[in-house]
């Protein structure tokens, strides 16, 4: 794992909490919370082929 995953997966979340954080103090609640969903989904999708690689990892340990 490489510290620029982490670096990428905190940007997302900043700006996702910012901009939650402004369509929620004008109003738009709903679009907060899609907003937030989303950012939810883009981080899962980074995170899906470190998964992959730690599964991937676990199978050829145990390989015989």
């Known amino acids: 794992m490489d510290i620029s995953l982490i670096i ?12 939650s ?4 103090k004008s109003g738009r609640d709903e679009q907060a919370t899609f907003v937030t969903i989303a950012g939810i989904l883009v981080a899962l999708m ?12 676990i199978l050829s340990l145990f390989e015989m």
Request: aromatic share 4%; net charge negative; charged share 20%.
């Open 8 to 19: 990428k997966i905190a940007g997302i979340g900043i700006l996702v909490a910012v901009a």
């Open 21 to 24: 954080q402004v369509l929620s």
């Open 46 to 57: 980074l995170l899906i082929t470190e998964i992959r690689d730690l599964f991937d990892l």
